[in-house]
């Protein structure tokens, strides 16, 4: 049953903040109005009255709310930054505590209701790999830029990436795991920063990817577009795009679902029944296992790229036409190798093929720059960036992809992938 409900009234709570200096702020919460869906589920059924053991209720919607701060014995507005940290924090915590799939439960006949309670049900890996156009918040120089990402906006489940000085597009390659309770309801959501050292960080934007549009068990590549607000989304002003990677694996062996990223995901399903028991229950907390856990496995191998063409070239020559050609770089590891130079067109084919030994590819980057060749230089063109997940996961494929920064063009690629993975304490041996 969902029910829509509304509240205001002016409660007397009084929080007390700390800060980072020690600090204590004496916060007063006024003028409290809420509306939203709730949604009430009545189960187990039985014969004995009222019907029903217990009662959940949780918020499936939330439409408004509403509240003012104050700052016992003066103004909060006086101490900046405070004010919009404060009421962003008390909304995660509201949102969190209540709204779906977080519920209550309230007994009503004895018995056991373990299972109406939140469990997880899945993994979500999630590599940050770049922004690109992001808002300059800077006066000097440009916006230091950092991420946070959560699934539930708990501060233990939050995860921050580290700061990029003086860039407005950044690239992080940092990769984060976050537990997946409901899948069809949940979201990723990301927001962007810019550091500004001891005082409050300036919001640059924010997005979100409802984790119902994952495939599970495959990556997905995502461009986000920041926003100012998710639920007003009045400000069209562009505030600049995130790229991340996405692989969704539910729990549990009998899925058949392959994570690169579990130290287990090459091992048989009989290997692994004799590790850890036939219900595949492992997933549900790594960590706790006496095996490696996942920021310990390295996956190394060879990578071959083989660039086949590209279409549709920006024309850079005063004639009309380009002398592209194709750097491939394995970011880590710095490794480079370039296509042969075809000129005077916009659509080229090379089908050249270069090997890479690669000896961690969970956390490698693979760039590549198209550029065109000039007799007095060189002008770039734009630039692919991928992960090496997706070859890691499927072994080889072929797929095309947008040059970014170039005003058209599409690069098509070949990526096979031969594995080998070990651990690094294996390393350490060697």
């Known amino acids: 049953m969902e029910l829509e409900m509304q509240w205001d009234g002016n409660p007397n709570i009084e929080l007390d903040v700390k800060t980072k200096v020690g600090v204590g702020l004496p916060i007063q919460v006024k003028n409290i109005g809420f509306t939203g869906v709730f949604r009430l589920i009545f189960r187990p059924l039985v014969d004995e009255f009222p019907c029903f053991g217990a009662v959940c209720y949780s918020l499936r919607e939330k439409k408004n709310l509403d509240f003012k701060l104050k700052f016992v014995g003066g103004e909060l ?3 900046p930054g405070i004010s919009d940290a404060i009421e962003e924090t008390i909304r995660d915590a509201i949102e969190d505590s209540i709204t779906w799939p977080v519920r209550q439960i309230i007994t009503i006949l004895p018995g056991d209701y373990s299972d109406l309670e939140l469990k997880p ?24 830029p950092y991420a946070v990402l959560f ?10 990436s580290k700061t990029i000085n003086n860039q407005l597009n950044p690239i992080w390659n940092e990769h984060f795991e976050f537990i997946v309770e409901d899948a069809s309801t949940q979201y990723l959501t990301v927001r962007v920063f810019d550091d500004e050292g001891v005082q409050a960080s300036e919001f640059i934007g924010v997005g979100q990817v409802a984790l119902k549009d994952l495939e599970p068990g495959k990556v997905k590549d995502v461009w986000l577009k920041l926003v100012k607000d998710l639920v007003i989304q009045r400000d069209k002003k562009d505030r600049g795009q ?5 692989l969704y694996c539910p729990f549990g062996t ?13 091992l048989t399903l009989l ?3 004799l590790q850890t028991g036939i219900d595949g229950t492992e997933a549900a907390d790594i960590s706790k296992s006496g095996g490696p856990k996942k920021k310990d496995v390295i996956v190394r191998g060879v990578l071959s790229v083989t660039v086949i063409a590209a279409e549709n070239l920006p024309a850079v020559d005063i004639m009309g036409k380009s002398d592209p050609f194709v750097v491939v770089i394995m970011k880590k590891s710095d490794q480079k190798n370039k296509t042969r130079v075809v000129n005077n067109t916009l659509n080229p084919v090379w089908n050249q093929t270069f090997d890479f030994v690669v000896e961690d590819g969970l956390h490698e980057l693979l760039i590549l720059e198209v550029w065109d060749h000039d007799t007095f ?7 692919c960036i991928m992960t090496l997940t997706r070859v890691i996961l499927e072994g080889e494929f072929t797929d ?3 040059i970014d920064g170039a005003k058209s063009g599409k690069l098509h690629l070949n990526l096979k992938w031969n594995p080998r993975p070990i651990f690094r304490d294996e390393l350490q041996r060697s």
């Open 271 to 273: 290997e692994k029944a």
């Open 151 to 160: 699934i539930r906006p708990l501060r233990d489940r939050m995860k921050n």
């Open 400 to 402: 095309t992809f947008t």
């Open 254 to 266: 009998e899925s058949g679902f392959m994570n690169p990223y579990d130290p287990n995901f090459r």
């Open 377 to 383: 230089g060189k002008d770039k063109m734009g630039r």
């Open 121 to 144: 049900v899945g993994t979500l890996d999630v590599k940050l790999i770049q922004a690109k156009g992001l808002t300059n918040k800077d006066i000097v120089g440009k916006s230091d």
């Open 242 to 246: 995130v790229h991340l990677e996405l």
């Open 77 to 79: 507005s006086a101490i």
